[in-house]
């Protein structure tokens, strides 16, 4: 017997979920957990906690469910909530201390570094830095987040992010120039 999978229609799960339906809900939470676990983890360093965060996430999004307007992606909508939550984690865990040297605003940037690094050996570079300048990294690299948006929703000033993000990379720079030089003994 031929099992078929049925097709998931994710507005319709989503009126569904509105209504506290938890067969919806639980195929919702199975369709984007894995993606949300992702983006905690971005910013928390020990996936257990990063879990965590990510449940704490998933139990706002069913609460707040009658919020979302469908202008955009629910998937978008989804990871905006994980990374205030993973914020709000790091807060409460106070695991986000930010440099106060703040650099002037014409910072200029280096050229990227090739690497032949895998994935994980990156996330663990970046699990590596600092609290503040992770984050900041994260939000603005990876995210996609801009200065003011960041300096808002981490209650810093803009050139604070912008400090701590040219520190990060300069600090993502360091470390994968010497492990080049460590393992192909080049500069």
Not at 70 to 91: D, K, T, Y
Not at 156 to 184: G, M, P, V, W
Request: glycine share 4%.
């Amino acid at each position: 017997m031929k099992i078929i999978q049925l097709y998931k229609n994710e507005p319709l799960l989503i009126k569904k979920a509105i209504k506290n339906n938890r067969e919806a809900q639980h195929v919702l939470f199975q369709m984007h957990a894995p993606k949300m676990l992702s983006v905690c983890r971005y910013y928390i360093k020990d996936t257990q906690f990063a879990e965590e965060a990510m449940l704490n996430g998933f139990f706002k999004v069913f609460q707040n469910l009658k919020s979302f307007k469908n202008e955009g992606s629910f998937e978008g909508w989804i990871r905006r909530i994980m990374v205030r939550e993973s914020i709000s984690f790091l807060r409460q865990k106070k695991q986000i201390p930010f440099s106060s040297e703040d650099l002037s605003d014409d910072i200029h940037h280096s050229n990227p570094i090739e690497t032949n690094m895998e994935v994980a050996e990156i996330q663990q570079l970046i699990d590596n830095l600092p609290e503040g300048y992770k984050i900041v990294f994260v939000m603005y690299a990876i995210e996609g987040y801009k200065h003011q948006e960041i300096a808002n929703m981490l209650g810093i000033s803009e050139s604070t992010s912008k400090s701590q993000l040219f520190k990060a990379r300069k600090a993502l720079q360091q470390k994968i120039k010497a492990l080049n030089k460590a393992d192909y003994g080049t500069n």
